[in-house]
């Protein structure tokens, strides 16, 4: 399967607890995003990568949040002290611009299967 | 308000008829614009990508109106496997993130 990987697919915390999420892009993908989307809502931007540098990150990433991307290949996305309102699916999305497109990534958008925490 | 707005339905409609979904956006400076589709527990998909000629892919219209800032899309002969969530979504220049609307859910019923 060379799509995009999230691991793991569902998660259960008690609150108070640290998780961590995992997500391999497509290996030729040089950004990735991280996506958190609660029930009846769409998909909320949290933060992106390019290579290994985060460049943007949503007021929705708390200090309790924190994603990294050492090698500029996987990611990794920490959740501290979780709380009830954490509970969510978290969506990886990796792309690579089209030639002449560099400005922008939305074409070649790929999703994983999300992470589904649950925090009790 | 939220910057990209859809009727959250649920649009329950009979197999074979036209269903067709709006949504407007608030931020005139939005530059692309796509329909994506979620099933249920699962990741969404992109169904199309929206221009303002208008773009046709088989049974799926979309349209897109920048004056009035919304989007719309059209869906023919509806089946029962176009039961899903349709999420309106747009993107801004230089900004790399997806801004999606809550969604329409559609059922189509046999």
């Known amino acids: 399967d060379t799509g995009v990987s999230q691991d793991p697919r569902h998660k259960i915390t008690k609150r108070g607890q640290n998780v961590t999420f995992r997500c391999d892009p497509i290996s030729e993908h040089n950004r990735l995003y991280w996506y958190r989307q609660t029930l009846g809502q769409g998909p909320e931007f949290l933060t992106y990568f390019q290579n290994e540098a985060q460049l943007e990150k949503s007021r929705l990433l708390s200090d309790r949040f924190s994603a990294e991307r050492p090698k500029g290949s996987f990611s990794t996305l920490e959740i501290q002290r979780t709380e009830q309102g954490d509970s969510a699916m978290y969506l990886c999305a990796s792309s690579l611009p089209l030639p002449g497109q560099e400005l922008w990534s939305s074409y070649g958008y790929t999703f994983g299967s999300g992470t589904r925490l649950t925090v009790v | 308000r939220k910057e990209v707005e859809q009727d959250p339905g649920p649009f329950n409609v009979p197999e074979g008829a036209t269903v067709a979904f709006n949504c407007t956006y608030s931020?005139?400076?939005?530059?692309?614009f796509f329909w994506y589709r979620q099933d249920c527990r699962k990741e969404p998909k992109l169904l199309m990508s929206?221009?303002?000629s208008g773009n046709e892919d088989g049974r799926f219209t979309a349209q897109l109106n920048r004056a009035s800032q919304y989007i719309s899309l059209l869906i023919r002969d509806s089946k029962l496997s176009d039961s899903a969530t349709y999420l309106c979504v747009v993107t801004h220049f230089g900004n790399e993130k997806l801004t999606f609307g809550t969604g329409t859910r559609l059922t189509i019923i046999p």
């Open positions: 931020n005139s400076a939005s530059q692309s």
């Open positions: 929206v221009y303002s």
